[in-house]
Each structure stands twice: as C-alpha cells, then as structure tokens.
T-cell receptor, first 113, second 111 residues
C-alpha cells in the first residue's frame, strides 16, 4: 500500500501565483522527500526534510513537516510555466534500515502563462 | 554521460517472453532500486538492494526477479511477461540517508 497520499491530485494555476501541495503518510518516518517529474522523464530530487525538522527552504520552495499530523506541504512561490510537472512526496519509514523510499501518487501541477 | 543509465529505453514484447531491463550507475552508490510507475498510482517499489549481497523485495515483487551483478549494475527480469506488467520502469540509486537519483526510465509494453 502507498505510504504517502497527496492532495490535490491535480492543480491548475496562473503564472505568478503560489502552488501548495500536501502529503499525508501513515507511519513514523526518518525523513520525507519531495521530487519533481516532467512528463515521462525520470524524477528529480527537490528537497529532503528530516523528522526533527519543521520547515525547510530551497529557492522558491518551502516545505513544512508536521509529524504529529503525519503530513507535509510543499509550497512553490511565484510559479512559472516551467514549474509545470508532477510532484511526488516520498517517505522513509522509521522501521526500515534506511533508504527504502515509498512514494505517494503525486500532484499534477499546471502553470498557465 | 548520465549518472544512472537504463537500457532499453523502450521495449515492446509479447506475453510469455522473458525480458531483462538493465541499470548501471556511475555515482558510486551502494543502494539501488527498481520502481514501477503506472498512471495514477505513483511509483511502487519492486526490489531494492543495499549492497551487492543484499537484495530485498519491495511492495510488488511478484512476477519479477533481480540480479545485482556489481556495485554499479542492477538488472530487473520478467521471467514470463504479462500485459499488466506494461508500465514505465525506473532504476534509482542513493547513498545511505540521501536522496534518490533516477534513470530516464524504461517503457515496457507487453502485448
């Protein structure tokens, strides 16, 4: 079964707006990661947040993690047409040796110029 | 050259045929993974390997087998392909506690 569940499944916004995607998971985790996938291509890592961190920034990306609610959010500020892609969260469950990542179903983001 | 290389990139085959997807990496990572992607289902883990002598089943290993020939090589086999194994397959590598680096994918169609 999938560890991560993402919401919304699809999001369409105008260029310049902010995009927020959410991820919920079921078990305790070591870390949570966000990835981006352009259509049919390999996934590219965006950001990793550890279980003892609450917020992390990277450029226009802001990730939050609430371990009490087992949820995370990815915020992309001032979106651009080039941000159009699918975004996935992945969790490394705490019971593992480490490194085994389970992915959510993804959010498909469309940024219109 | 890409850090993670998958071959073939595209393959069409018939039900019952044996198929091997190959993956090689130049990252020097010990950990390698095979994922399957289907529309609307995200990525599901098939097998993963933390070193040459360590291979583990993932979420959906039935119908698949793997071989870790060397630190840099990890192959996925479908002994007798069936149509519901039609999917996009990704190989990935990582170091301990780090992010995954993905290949560009192998699109498999089973008729």
């Amino acid at each position: 079964s999938q560890q991560g569940e993402e919401d919304p499944q699809a999001l369409s916004i105008q260029e310049g707006e902010n995009a927020t995607m959410n991820c919920s998971y079921k078990t305790s985790i070591n870390n949570l990661q966000w990835y981006r996938q352009n259509s049919g291509r390999g996934l590219v890592h965006l950001i990793l947040i550890r279980s003892n961190e609450r917020e992390k920034h990277s450029g226009r990306l802001r990730v939050t993690l609430d371990t009490s609610k087992k949820s995370s959010s990815l915020l992309i500020t001032a979106s651009r047409a080039a941000d159009t892609a699918s975004y996935f969260c992945a969790t490394e469950a705490i019971y593992n040796q480490g490194g085994k990542l389970i992915f959510g179903q993804g959010t498909e983001l469309s940024v219109k110029p | 050259d890409a850090d993670v290389t998958q071959t073939p990139r595209n393959r069409i085959t018939k039900t019952g045929k044996r198929i091997m997807l190959e993956c090689s990496q130049t990252k020097g990572h010990d950990r390698m993974y095979w994922y399957r992607q289907d529309p609307g289902l995200g990525l599901r883990l098939i097998y993963y390997s933390f070193d040459v002598k360590d291979i583990n089943k993932g979420e959906i290993s039935d119908g698949y087998s793997v071989s870790r020939q060397a630190q840099a090589k990890f192959s996925l086999s479908l002994e007798s392909a069936i149509p519901n194994q039609t999917a996009l397959y990704f190989c990935a590598t990582s170091r301990i506690g780090g992010e995954l680096f993905f290949g560009e994918g192998s699109r498999l169609t089973v008729l």
